[in-house]
């Protein structure tokens, strides 16, 4: 989880999002994780910026 944050996000994960993703992780798996990052407004603003 913390590989994917810092390839899209550009940050470690930080403590409240580590325990929201881990639960979500275990429910929909990694594809879902990694689309729910790559869905995220803070994705979306980093990638308006690069």
């Known amino acids: 989880m ?3 944050y810092k390839v899209y ?3 470690s994960l930080d403590p ?3 325990q929201t993703w881990v639960n ?4 929909i798996g990694d594809s879902g994780l990694r689309a729910g990052i790559t869905g995220s407004d803070e994705y979306f603003n980093r990638a308006q910026t690069r």
């Open 2 to 4: 913390n590989a994917m």
């Open 9 to 11: 996000l550009g940050r």
């Open 16 to 18: 409240s999002g580590l």
């Open 24 to 27: 979500l992780a275990l429910q």
